[in-house]
């Protein structure tokens, strides 16, 4: 299947500072990008679908001037986190796809932890 | 949106026997139904996929079941090994091409 990178895998950061995990299609152009958010032992909850060139779209509840998203190209969208908080530490993880029908591969995850 | 709804939420079988997971969806639109193995602290697997207008799908070890009527689909493990030890995780797609998951079933393979 196709390769999607996503970097860091884990990053450990300060209470109010900020964080920005990238997502990568590393051999397909992905018009879509989606990011999830998964706590401990639960399922993957859709946080936000972002098509290249345009405003992502944010699912409910999900604060948009928090969890800020670009996706400048087709091949790379970014998840910043602004003033993240200990409840924000959680495993983040994009998908990506190339057209309307097709598989979404995801990447290997980011593993943050807020102090 | 869509539902989806995944039972159990653990499952332990002996190595060898049999493992399903049945899941409900809601939305009658929804079209694709892909299932994920996931390890611990790592990305989702697609494992087995199956699109709405198939009953039943198999690969090897793993095949799937879907039941447009009833809206529900299953997965189903033969021969169970240790290695199928992990959460899988079923998922639906509807017309907004979105995924949602199912909670998960851990699934334990015991030696």
């Known amino acids: 299947g196709a390769v999607v990178s996503q970097h860091p895998s884990w990053v450990i950061c300060k209470s109010g500072t900020s964080v920005k995990i990238e997502c990568r299609s590393l051999?397909?152009?992905?018009?879509?990008m989606f990011w999830y958010r998964q706590f401990p032992k639960q399922s993957l909850m859709l946080m936000a679908t972002?098509?290249?060139?345009?405003?992502?779209?944010?699912e409910q509840g999900v604060e948009k001037d928090k969890f800020l998203i670009n996706h400048a190209s087709l091949t790379l969208s970014t998840l910043t986190v602004t003033s993240a908080h200990p409840e924000d530490s959680s495993f983040y993880i994009c998908?990506?796809?190339?057209?309307?029908?097709?598989?979404?591969?995801f990447g290997q995850g980011t593993r943050l932890t807020v102090v | 949106g869509e539902n989806v709804e995944q039972h159990p939420s653990t499952l332990s079988v002996q190595e060898g026997d049999s493992a399903v997971i049945k899941c409900t969806y809601s939305d009658s639109a929804s079209n694709y139904f892909p299932w994920y193995k996931q390890e611990l602290g790592k990305r989702p697997q697609l494992i087995i996929d199956i699109r709405s207008n198939v009953g039943e799908k198999k690969d090897q070890r793993i095949a799937v079941t879907l039941n447009k009527t009833a809206k529900h689909f299953s997965l189903h493990i033969t021969e169970t090994q240790p290695e199928d030890s992990a959460v899988y995780f079923c998922?639906?797609?509807?017309?907004?091409?979105?995924?949602?998951f199912g909670a998960g079933t851990t699934v334990t393979v015991r030696a």
């Open positions: 972002s098509n290249e060139g345009s405003k992502a779209t944010y």
């Open positions: 998908s990506a796809r190339a057209g309307l029908n097709t598989e979404a591969f």
């Open positions: 051999d397909f152009q992905a018009t879509t």
């Open positions: 998922a639906a797609r509807s017309n907004d091409y979105k995924l949602s």
